[in-house]
């Protein structure tokens, strides 16, 4: 039985991984020849940090790729969806 169960597991993981597309593409910056390609680099998160490594930018009048790392500290409020109206008053 557990055996059943492991291939039908392995198949329908292998099925779902073939069929499965996603569409990804590089963010234009508006208003220049510049692209950045997220897609293709790594991110890793921990706590309040995001860092990015690595980050391809590529000059589409030179064909030049550029890469850069990039880091973002987040910081929230201490309620972000209360605004002046959870204030008693």
């Given at each position: 039985m557990k055996k059943i169960i492991k291939k039908t597991?392995?198949?329908?993981?292998a099925c779902s991984t073939l069929f499965t597309t996603s569409y990804v593409s590089a963010e234009t910056v508006s208003g220049s020849d510049i692209n950045v390609h997220?897609?293709?680099s790594n991110i890793v998160g921990s706590g309040r940090s995001?860092?990015?490594h690595r980050v391809p930018v590529v000059?589409?009048?030179t064909g030049e790729?550029?890469?850069f790392d990039v880091s973002?500290?987040?910081?929230?409020?201490s309620n972000p969806l209360c605004q002046d109206s959870?204030?008693?008053n």
């Open positions: 597991l392995i198949s329908t993981l997220f897609e293709a995001i860092n990015i000059i589409d009048s790729t550029l890469f973002f500290k987040l910081s929230l409020d959870c204030r008693p």
